[in-house]
């Protein structure tokens, strides 16, 4: 059962435009939620993070935005660069907050 | 700054072969993770351990076994590798045991096993 989807394992951007990356969740349950990003050959690293008290955080280009009561999460890039193609997970703390549950992963290419 | 690291970047194994992976944190963490990732899957806990010689089972236990002697060292094994576990594999590690506290992942062994 995944509890954490990414129905889109692909999104391709132009430059400068946004990236708005998508996350579902369905446990009612989940509290945090964490992006990380994955470039080839490396592991992956912390994005940014929102806690289920808040609907937004903002870092830098970086803003993820929370709706609990459709159970969605999306992360808004503005504006996209070269260097943000990478592959994007969106993540949820499970069992008792000490394990991270990964959705699949979403694929994002800017484009020149 | 954190590091994480994994023994091998690479790594090109036989079927029923026995395969160590190793991976060590120079942070003190207290927790350690063994993920797979996989085209589609995402990425898929295998084992985690909360302390030294403490382990429980993730996802996808089935095929894997771990060890954690020391603190700073979690070592994943394949009693005998098969090719379905032909995969990029991670390690990361925790600082504590709150839902906040950020996981922190090496770079990564890309296993084939043939």
């Known amino acids: 059962d995944q509890q954490v989807k990414q129905n889109s394992p692909s999104l391709s951007v132009q430059e400068g435009r946004i990236s708005i990356l998508n996350c579902d969740y369905t446990n009612s349950m989940f509290d945090y939620f964490l992006w990380y990003k994955k470039y080839p050959a490396e592991g992956p690293t912390f994005l940014i993070s929102?806690?289920?008290?808040?609907d937004k955080n903002e870092d830098g280009r970086f803003t993820v935005f929370l709706n609990k009561s459709a159970k969605h999460l999306s992360l808004h890039i503005v504006p996209s660069q070269p260097g943000d193609s990478a592959v994007y997970f969106c993540?949820?703390?499970?069992?008792?907050?000490?394990?991270?549950?990964f959705g699949t992963g979403t694929q994002l290419k800017v484009e020149l | 700054d954190v590091k994480v690291t994994q023994s091998s970047r690479y790594l090109v194994k036989r079927t029923g072969e026995k395969v160590f992976l190793e991976c060590v944190q120079d942070?003190?963490?207290?927790?350690m993770f063994w993920y797979r990732q996989d085209p589609g899957l995402g990425l898929r806990l295998i084992y985690f351990?909360?302390?030294?010689?403490?382990?429980e089972k993730g996802d996808i236990p089935e095929g894997y076994s771990v060890s954690r002697e020391k603190k700073e060292r979690f070592s994943l094994i394949l009693e005998s590798a098969s090719t379905n576990q032909t995969s990029m594999y991670l390690c990361?590690?925790?600082?504590?045991?709150?839902?906040?506290?950020?996981?922190?992942f090496g770079p990564g062994t890309r296993l084939t096993v043939l």
């Open positions: 929102i806690s289920s008290i808040k």
């Open positions: 993540a949820a703390p499970t069992g008792g907050g000490n394990k991270l549950t």
């Open positions: 351990s909360y302390d030294v010689k403490m382990k």
């Open positions: 990361a590690s925790k600082p504590g045991s709150t839902s906040t506290d950020t996981q922190y």
């Open positions: 942070m003190d963490h207290e927790n």
